[in-house]
């Protein structure tokens, strides 16, 4: 099956520096990503969508200044949290649509914990 | 707009014992549904699916029926093991939302040998 690559898989940083995480689609081409985030023991919240080659959609009340969103090619979208802060500590998530698979399945990456000091 | 409700965890069973959890859903059009699984620690893995009403998922020994009449796509697992312990979400994509996907809160699962 489609596999997606999500990395690191954890990071630890001090207030105020800035962090990337990384997602990619290993064996098929993913002309759409999304970015999640979760706490602890609650569901996911879709941050944005992230489409090859044009600006990352966000989702109402995600600040798109600070959770920065590239789509360079059509395995990779990273996310970058800009000046991160404690309560930007949190489980990050992305997944990756495949194009031509009936359903709208998303394949999901196995997360990035963020912890923030 | 569209909404995925299910049962409130945690589900504590003994292993082999019968496993159902509910996801109801409220969506306009003709939504596809999904149940996805976390593992501790780890992302999601989509665990079946079903794209049209009285559509049956599957997939190790799990199973969900497209309700359209009742709006359900209820979970169930006839004789669960200790590693199916995890949380299971409910979700759907809507008609028109371009491939988003809406997660019901999740529901942990815990099996005890």
């Known amino acids: 099956g489609a596999v997606v690559s999500q990395h690191p898989s954890r990071v630890i940083c001090k207030s105020g520096t800035s962090v990337k995480i990384e997602c990619r689609s290993l064996?098929?081409?993913?002309?759409?990503m999304f970015w999640y985030r979760q706490f602890p023991k609650q569901s996911l919240m879709l941050m944005a969508t992230s489409n090859e080659g044009s600006k990352a959609t966000y989702e109402q009340g995600v600040e798109k200044d600070k959770f920065l969103i590239n789509h360079a090619s059509l395995t990779l979208s990273t996310l970058t949290v800009t000046s991160a802060h404690p309560e930007d500590s949190s489980f990050y998530i992305c997944?990756?649509?495949?194009?031509?698979?009936?359903?709208?399945?998303?394949?999901f990456g196995a997360g990035t914990r963020l912890s923030v000091l | 707009g569209n909404s995925v409700t299910q049962m409130e965890g945690p589900v504590t069973l003994s292993e082999e014992a019968f496993l159902t959890i509910n996801c109801t859903y409220t969506a306009t059009g003709y939504p596809s549904l999904f149940w996805y699984v976390q593992y501790p620690g780890e992302g999601l893995q989509l665990l079946l699916k079903a794209t049209k009403a009285d559509d049956k998922g599957s997939n190790k020994g799990f199973e969900a029926t497209y309700r359209k009449e009742t709006t359900s796509f209820h979970l169930e697992k006839g004789s669960v093991q200790v590693s199916d312990s995890a949380v299971y979400f409910c979700a759907l994509s809507g008609s028109y939302s371009w491939g988003k996907l809406q997660f019901g809160a999740g529901t942990q699962v815990v099996v005890t040998p």
């Open positions: 997944s990756a649509r495949a194009p031509g698979l009936a359903g709208n399945i998303q394949y």
């Open positions: 064996d098929f081409q993913a002309t759409t």
